[in-house]
């Protein structure tokens, strides 16, 4: 892998990471473009580039990362506790459905769920209009929700945003609460990740990981501040559209 592949694939890893569009099938479709083959040092250099976003999450809301917090770190460790397990038990099996056959059904069909949801919502309705107002309870449905997105292609901002809107939240906590479980989710992923593949980082182009890192972490950072921006005057339906449209376009290519 090169610099220029390491900066296209940072650029989409930050951008799609944190919307609920997948980031899994805009990496086949980026690696098949760009001629990448998922080797073991891709992999390493995944888990770098994911490690970024994670620390442009917490930039972003670090005035929400402190002790005068504990009650909602407290959520959002029930809610990363279902797919902690779930995703323990089921790594086999989650690991041996993979194919993009099922990343592209599954963008279709999150993305009808979407346009459905969107159409019942009614935002003046929600019971949680700050991340600190989330119950228990919506915490747990959160948490819940989240263990879709183990079916590859589904994504893990978009089932936990979903499941939020479900349970009574607003678009932008939805959100918010989703960017801040991403924390705890991403750094055991990572961390479980790093651990198998530390060695790939031996005689690996660390120039190219490290211009990755600052994309990623750059494009992430914009991302999760502009779709705050967005949520202020839209819907997700755009997203439902897009994934249902993406779905159609990886389903071609195959």
Known sequence: MDIFQAIIIGIIEGFTEFLPISSTGHMIVASQFLGVEQSSVVKAYEVII???AILAVMLLYRDKIN?????LWQKIFVAFL????????LKDWI?????VEIVAFMFI????????????HKEEKAK???VEEITWTQSLWIGFGQIFSLIPGTSRAGSTIIAGMLSKVDRKTSTEFSFLLAIPVMMAVSGYDLLKHYHEFIGADLTAFLIGF????????LTIKLLIV???????????IYRILFGVFLLMIM
Do not use: N
């Open 230 to 240: 967005f949520l202020q005057r839209f819907t997700f339906v755009a997203f439902g």
């Open 95 to 99: 690991k041996a459905i993979f194919s």
């Open 214 to 221: 600052v994309v990623a972490f750059g494009v992430a950072y």
């Open 67 to 71: 002790i005068k917090e504990i009650g």
């Open 82 to 89: 279902p797919i902690a397990i779930v995703g323990f038990l």
């Open 109 to 120: 069909i999150g993305g009808i769920i979407f346009l459905i949801v969107e159409y019942f």
């Open 128 to 130: 949680a209009r700050r």
């Open 50 to 52: 994911q490690f970024s």
